[in-house]
Each structure stands twice: as C-alpha cells, then as structure tokens.
C-alpha cells in the first residue's frame, strides 16, 4: 500500500528525518511511537505530501508522491495533534461546509455526514457549537473531517493528546471500527494506547527506526533473557538454590524477601530457547516445599521504549 525508501528530511543543517525505510500494507493500524522531537510529525507531513522530502521516495499503491501528489492526497485523510475547526460554527455547518468543500452534494452529502456522526458518536452534538465542545469532542469532529472522503488511508498525529482516560477510549474504539476497513497510522506518546489498538509498531529516535514489529515481536527482540518469579513455603534458600541453579538455562537465583514468614520470594533469571518453568516445577514437586505462585514476566512496551531511546 505504501512504501518508503530513504526518506529524509533537513531543516537547514538539522536532520529531522534520516534515510528511513518503510512498508506498510494494506488493512494496517500502524502505531509511530518516540520522544519528542524524534521525527514523528515530519515524517508523517512528507506521507500526506504536505512536506516534501529533502530526499528519498513515497510510493503509495506503486504512485510515486512527487508525479502524483493530488491523486495521492485524494487517497488520505490527515488530522493533525490540533484538530483545524471553526470553533464559532455549528458542527453540522462546519461538516457540511467541508463536505461541500470536498466535492458532496445532496443526497450524497448527507448521507455521508450522517454516517460519520453515528460512526463517531457526534448524534447529540450536530447542533452545537464547535467551542463549545470537549477536546475529546473536538477530536472527533476532526475525526470526521479527515475521514469525509472515506479515504482509503488516515494518517493521525496524536489523536489521543490530552484526553482523559474515558475519551481515550472512545477515541481507541473508533480507530479500530476504523481499521477494519483501512489502513491507520498514528502517532502517541502513549504507550499503552498502542499496543492496545495497533496491529504492528514503528519506534523512531532521533529521525531514524530502531525498531519495528508487533508488541509480542519487540518483547521477543528485546531481551534474551527471561525472568522467573516464583514463592515457595518451608524452604531455605540454600536448599531451594542449589535445587534450582543446576537447571539447564537458569543463570542466576536471587531471593527477594527475608523469608522470616516461612514464604520463600524468588526472581531466576533465564537464557532458554524454550520454557523452563515446566522443569522448575518438576524439580519443586520432587521435595516437601509448597508452591505458592510461579509466573514468567515480560517486558513492558514502556520499558522496551525507555531502553530503546535513552540517551547513551
């Protein structure tokens, strides 16, 4: 659907964006995650044409963007972190205004804008005005102005930014309605609002990718090791190490707590292709300790992310 090969972008003798490489199918909710100032904004302007690349290309659907810019525009929708309304003018004026604006008449014009309020949940708003609305409402309305052509790709830069948790709901829930039938990138700063609504996530640092890939492939990717938690009762820590270190793949036992109320807290850390766990417990079974709890952990996307674009 779109591809993008060595993309960069100076201001002056600053580069916002670095040589990046990018394919993004069809039917995809595309999360672009990074500090600030990392090139999310930038990159996501040269996608919808607005910027124009210092160089490297952007094909979508094998158009190249610099020979066909119009034909590619008519193909996006585009909101950006501050939704562009006309806050003095009703909601339906301001959506009927831009379907005008795009081409709608009659019939057509209508319909359409009655599907964006009911997809959008704007029913009870149509007849207020814009500055009179919530940010989550604004957001919205914007929503349906970027989708009044019912592109085939929306492309949204902090759709979430400053909301409150309910409204990041509503907005979530709407994307996906959304990309069931297109292809969605978005931009967030927060990180569990990708990982709950994109199917594959792009971080980016500094105008370059570091990395790529579904939330499970980036924890995958991101540590060799595993760590093992498990509580055991009656069980001294010599006992319990020199049981559980011989293992093959635990690499270190630590015991997290005094044990003075007879539980025995402890975190191993593991280098295995597969799960120790069922090996951990067998060895456990063999003696008279009682097992409490046992659970692998993993690594938070919001842990990757620090990790990942931390300064060195």
Not at 154 to 166: K, Q, R
Not at 168 to 193: D, F, M, N
């Amino acid at each position: 659907m779109i591809h993008v090969e060595n993309l960069t972008k100076y201001y002056d003798k600053f580069c916002a964006v670095d040589r990046i490489n990018l394919d993004i199918a069809k039917g995809e909710i595309i999360g672009l995650l990074g500090p600030n100032g990392a090139g999310k904004t930038t990159t996501l302007r040269m996608l919808t044409g607005y910027f124009k690349p210092t160089s490297g290309d952007i094909h979508v659907k094998d158009l190249a963007i610099d020979d066909h810019p119009l034909e590619i525009k008519k193909m996006m929708g585009y909101l950006p972190e501050s939704a562009p309304l006309y806050h003095s003018m009703l909601v339906y004026d301001y959506l009927d205004y831009i379907a005008r604006i795009r081409g709608l008449n009659g019939d057509k014009k209508l319909a359409r804008i009655r599907k964006l309020a009911d997809l959008c949940g704007m029913g009870g708003i149509m007849h207020n005005t814009v500055s009179e609305l919530s940010k989550g409402l604004k957001q919205r309305v914007g929503l349906a102005h970027a989708m009044m052509t019912d592109p085939e790709i929306l492309i949204l830069d902090e759709p979430t930014s400053g909301l409150d948790p309910n409204q990041i709901a509503e907005i979530r829930e709407i994307i996906r309605q959304i990309g069931r039938e297109k292809t969605v990138i978005l931009s967030t700063h927060i990180l569990s609002e990708a990982e709950a609504t994109c199917d594959r996530i792009v971080i980016i640092n500094k105008g370059k990718i570091i990395a790529d890939g579904s939330t499970q492939d980036l924890k995958q990717a991101a540590t060799k090791e595993r760590f093992i938690r498990i509580s055991l009762l009656d069980a001294p820590f010599d006992e319990a190490d020199a049981l559980i270190s011989p293992i093959d793949g635990v690499k270190r036992v630590e015991q997290l707590n005094s044990a003075d109320n007879g539980r025995l807290d402890l975190r191993l850390t593991c280098r295995s292709e597969s799960d120790l766990r069922k090996n951990i417990y067998q060895a456990i079974k063999a003696t008279d300790w009682i097992l409490v709890e046992m659970h692998q952990e993993t690594k938070t996307l919001e842990t990757i992310f620090r990790e990942l674009t931390k300064e060195n």
